[in-house]
């Protein structure tokens, strides 16, 4: 389950497909495949009941939630959509099957649009018509480069990592037969680990914790300077990016918020701190602020204040289930 920890940010409005999610909305999942949404209500004492199951099977794998509803992956290669309809007792009805190839090992979701990513390198965008029968055309084909590693969607469009460390950005123009000529290339590091879309741009996290910013300006060429650097710190881990700003978890549980603020010369002060805990495993970062997934289960969800000294009070406590393995933040804009 530890793959599922990987958390997608969003930042694109819902289309007409979606469901009516408030803004600030996390969902979990799992290890039992059960996905639940938020209702944003706040734990009283140890009872956590703000939540609505949205579906019960087991062979859920991986979540992911765009500005309108949720998508789910499972172990067959099928991709769903929620039609926001939650669980009635054990029955689980409403969910829309947009594909079922076993080709298929990720999904990251942009507004109501969902993307995914084959093993093969295929890489393809919904055009939101779910199946008919066995039948799932509803996809337009992006690339079919077997470097791609990862994918991240935000802003409308679709970023890819290769093995290679190589950044690239979707410019929404579908394949021709097998020539995918629809990309422009961001970066060429090898040093590049993980990608976070969101606030306008793509952010990228290197080996040694150096976080990066898109200028959206292209490679010239093999000189890829569209970059901003936003911080150095060696104990990064992972970075989360929601419509408004960059948040980033250390592996002392620290999480911190940027200002934007890019880094002069050695020094990276651009930087808030709003957590301390050493429990933190995830963040997932929605509109205007960041949740949190604990080694326990537990869910918070970030208030925007910031740390005082070693006090770090601003948090809201969502759930307590230890059952969970993996959260995904709508912007609900």
């Known amino acids: 389950m530890a793959a599922m920890l990987a958390i997608t940010a ?5 289309g007409p497909a979606a469901a009516a999610v408030p803004a600030n909305t996390v969902f979990q999942l799992h290890r039992d495949g059960s996905v639940w949404q938020s209702t944003g209500a ?8 703000g939540w609505l199951q ?3 099977n087991p062979a859920t794998v991986a979540i992911s939630a765009g500005a309108g509803t949720v998508f789910q992956l499972r172990r067959d290669g099928s991709i769903l959509r929620s039609t926001g309809t939650p669980c009635s007792g054990s029955f689980c009805g409403g969910w829309q099957q947009l594909d079922n190839n076993p080709a298929t090992v990720a999904i990251s979701a942009s507004g109501s649009t969902v993307y995914q990513l084959h093993s093969t390198g295929g890489i393809w ?8 029968g066995g039948f799932c055309g509803g996809w337009q084909q992006l690339d079919n480069n077997p470097a791609a590693k990862a994918i991240r969607a935000g802003n409308g469009t ?3 990592l290769h093995n290679t460390g190589a950044v690239w950005r979707s410019t929404g123009a579908v394949c021709n037969g097998s020539v995918c000529g629809g990309w422009t290339q961001l970066d060429n590091s090898a040093a590049t680990t993980a990608l976070a879309a969101g606030a306008g741009t793509v952010f990228q996290l290197r080996q040694g914790g150096s976080i990066l910013r898109s200028t959206g300006t292209p490679c010239s060429g093999s000189f890829c300077g569209g970059w901003q650097q936003l911080d150095n710190n060696a104990a990064a881990r992972s970075i989360s990016a929601g419509a408004g700003t960059l948040f980033q978890l250390h592996s ?5 918020r940027s200002t934007g603020t890019p880094c002069s010369g050695g020094f990276c002060g651009g930087w808030q701190q709003l957590d301390n805990n050493p429990a933190a495993v995830a ?9 949190q997934l604990h080694g326990t289960g537990a869910i918070w969800r970030s208030t925007g204040a910031v740390c005082n000294g070693s006090v770090c009070g601003g948090w809201q406590q969502l759930d307590n289930n230890p059952a969970t393995v993996a959260i995904s933040a709508s912007n609900g804009t």
């Open 10 to 14: 969003l930042a694109v409005p819902a």
């Open 125 to 132: 965008r919904s055009t939101g018509t779910p199946c008919s």
């Open 158 to 160: 679709v970023y890819q």
């Open 54 to 56: 949205l579906d019960n």
């Open 252 to 256: 002392t549980g620290g999480i911190w």
């Open 42 to 49: 706040i734990c009283n004492g140890s009872v956590c009941g």
């Open 283 to 291: 963040i997932a970062a929605s509109q205007s602020t960041v949740f």
